[in-house]
């Protein structure tokens, strides 16, 4: 297998990783100051994360039915928003399918 950084993945430069002069910063969701934390800009408001984790703990939407958080592309049907077609028509929604529901 090869390497994962290479000139086709090049390594990531963390936004303020220990350059000198530059502050930490605060996550968004859990308070933590972190010299790697990363910018999010979404609806024109920037918020910093010090992980995905936080960043869809904030950012993602939630399934209308199960409470999960929706990290694909979900499902809307009828006003609300779904993390499967399952969810989906658990709530009423009529004629949502998606691949698990193929077989």
């Keep these: 297998m090869p390497p994962v950084h290479s000139d ?36 024109g408001k920037t918020l910093s994360f010090d992980s995905f984790e936080c960043a ?5 939407p939630v399934c209308g039915h199960c409470g999960c958080r929706i990290m694909g592309h979900g499902v809307e049907g009828e006003g609300g928003m779904y993390c499967c077609a399952h969810c989906a028509r658990s709530s009423g929604v009529e004629g949502v399918v998606d691949n698990a529901d193929a077989a």
């Design 56 to 60: 869809i703990q904030t950012l993602a």
């Design 8 to 43: 086709v993945f090049p390594r990531r430069r963390w936004h303020g990783a220990c350059e000198e002069g530059t502050a930490m910063k605060t996550c968004e969701c859990c308070g933590n100051s972190y010299d790697k934390c990363f910018d999010v800009t979404m609806d």
